[in-house]
């Protein structure tokens, strides 16, 4: 579906299997003589799995413990959902460059692609950043780079859904 709309995207798929959190990204090359593929993808920090820790035996659960490791597995899900979004986003502003191109003049929405796709860019920077930093026990740090990615993906949902807004939200 993706090929016949245009979009030249990957599919992602989480799988867990109790222990680690995996993602996968399926590319269909949509040309009949290139074959799909089917890799395995790499978190921020260069693993390719998140690590679902034992958080203690039955009865016994250290709340700490509990905590770190549920934002452990949040901050996994959401560099793979922040990702897919910033390539979906991708996918949109090349086609909408495409079909542009193909009318003969620019379409009104390429401008409004290509900005929201480069907050999601610097959104996915910032949140990676934030994940670095907060390993390296760097929390406040940590706390401002995740701020930072917030804001950009408000911007980006303001520069989409209301233009105007944007520059008298960015002078704020």
């Known amino acids: 579906m993706n090929c016949q709309n245009g979009l030249h995207i990957p599919i992602i798929a989480v799988l867990c299997d109790g222990r680690h ?17 089917l890799s395995l993808g790499v978190f921020a920090n260069g693993d390719k799995a998140a690590t679902v820790d034992d958080i203690g035996s039955k009865g016994s659960i250290n709340l700490r413990d509990y905590v770190r490791q549920i934002r452990n597995v949040c901050e996994s899900l959401f560099y793979v959902f ?11 502003w090349n086609r909408s ?17 290509s900005k929201a796709n480069d ?6 920077k910032e949140a990676t950043s934030a994940w ?12 401002t780079s995740a701020q930072k990615a917030v804001q950009l993906l408000t911007n980006r949902y303001i520069s ?13």
């Open 21 to 37: 959190f995996y993602f996968f990204q399926f590319v269909d090359r949509c040309q009949q003589d290139a074959s799909p593929q």
């Open 82 to 92: 922040l990702s897919g979004y910033q390539t979906g986003l991708d996918g949109y």
């Open 97 to 113: 460059v495409l079909d542009g191109n193909t009318e003969g003049e620019g379409r009104d929405s390429t401008l409004g692609w």
């Open 119 to 124: 907050l999601a860019k610097q959104a996915l």
């Open 132 to 143: 670095d930093l907060h390993n390296k026990g760097k929390v406040t740090e940590s706390e």
């Open 160 to 172: 989409c859904r209301f233009p105007s807004l944007v520059v008298v939200y960015a002078n704020k």
